[in-house]
């Protein structure tokens, strides 16, 4: 069988590696992975390639930054030939970004069939970007490949057809099972001087949050309060360090601001910390798979079972961030939803080989 994955911004990443790695121990598959380009930077796109031992890509599309639209649309130009002259039995397209869509639409105006892996996912809000992604992904997939059971729901309720619908659990959890012993001989905490469970780590990129100055700038001054307290560590996407000024920078005080970290660098600081403050999804799970605690900075999130099992908190408001963060101690056990085991890539594997 041949199995085209499509990939674009660093998130695919992790997802595209315990799929890759299961079908390759399944055997007998032709597998092609095109990268569409979105993510481009080396420390947001080809550091994650080697760092997670995936092939490099077959083919990229090199799309780069654009608008929403123009960026899908160039996904689309390019996508379109590649599918054409390649003609997969399955298209393996992953998450909610650009790409993931893009994909969507040109595989079912072509008649090749597409599997989502992580779909049904949803946060309820249509000002997301990646939520829009979500609903058009999973209303073309002809194979949903769920994370969580509150996606399976999502997803009846939207009508799906549940023969399309198969639960196999969080490929996320694969990644960092496997990537655990690697991580933490990354020394990035020994590297920092930050003590275990001494610090805060950061993420923040997502335009509700980056896009408006004032919002970024109160978000800025309630880090730089934690970092009164304890060491905060902030690796930096792009959009958001293209978005500080010299006031941002000023009100951050002593948070250490760094570059994007590679996948085990960062699963090492994740593991280590007292307190992740993120809007991001995937740490939302990663923290919840081992027992960190999470503030999400976001009014909803499309995770709800790291809200309901695991140890995430919703906390849009930066003052109840600055709180929050201060109260926050490890809790010790991890809990991990059903299906967050290592084996979903496995159980991916299986349903393609079953659907041949
Ligand atoms: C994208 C995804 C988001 C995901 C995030 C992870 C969509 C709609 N959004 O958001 O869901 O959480 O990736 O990182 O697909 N840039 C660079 N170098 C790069 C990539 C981006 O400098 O390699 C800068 C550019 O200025 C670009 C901006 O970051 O305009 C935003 O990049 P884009 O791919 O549009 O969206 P992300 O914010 O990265």
Wanted: aromatic share 4%; charged share 25%; glycine share 8%.
């Amino acid at each position: 069988m041949k199995i085209l994955h499509v990939v674009g911004a660093r998130p695919n990443f992790m997802k595209l590696a315990p799929c890759h790695r299961a079908l390759v121990a399944i055997g007998g598959m032709e597998q092609i992975v095109v990268h569409t380009g979105q993510h481009y930077d080396d420390a947001m796109s080809d550091a994650f390639f080697r760092d997670l031992e995936i092939p490099p890509p077959d083919i990229n599309l090199e799309v780069g930054s654009a608008s929403h639209a123009v960026q899908t649309a160039r996904i689309m130009e390019r996508f379109e030939s590649v599918v054409l002259e390649r003609r997969p039995g399955w298209v393996l397209a992953y998450g909610d970004v650009n790409s993931t869509v893009a994909a969507a639409l040109v595989c079912s105006k072509l008649g090749v069939r597409l599997a989502h892996v992580e779909a049904g996912l949803r946060s309820g809000d249509r000002s997301m970007p990646e939520e829009i992604n979500r609903l058009v992904t999973d209303r073309l997939a002809d194979l949903l490949l769920t994370p969580s059971r509150d996606a399976d729901e999502n997803l009846r309720r939207e009508g799906i057809e549940e023969d399309k619908i198969v639960f196999v659990g969080n490929v996320m959890i694969d990644t960092l099972l496997h990537g655990l012993p690697r991580a933490r001989q990354e020394l990035m905490r020994e590297q920092l001087g930050i003590a275990d469970r001494g610090y805060a780590l950061v993420t923040i990129h997502r335009p509700s949050n980056v896009d408006a100055s004032e919002r970024l700038t109160s978000l800025m001054t309630a880090l730089g309060r934690v970092a009164e307290v304890m060491p905060v560590v902030f690796p930096i996407h792009p959009r958001t360090s293209g978005r500080l000024t010299a006031r941002d920078r000023d009100v951050l005080g002593g948070v250490r601001l760094l570059e994007p970290l590679p996948y085990h660098a960062m699963l090492d600081l994740i593991a280590g910390a007292r307190v992740v403050i993120t809007d991001s999804g995937g740490l939302q799970e990663e923290t919840t798979a081992l027992g960190i605690p999470c503030l999400t900075i976001r009014n909803n999130t499309e995770r709800p079972v790291t809200v309901t099992e695991g140890t995430n908190r919703l906390a849009p408001d930066p003052d109840v961030v600055v709180r929050l963060a201060l109260e926050a101690r490890p809790n010790g056990s991890a809990r991990r939803p059903e299906g967050w085991d290592g084996k979903a890539a496995e159980r991916i594997a299986l349903t393609l080989v079953s659907r041949a």
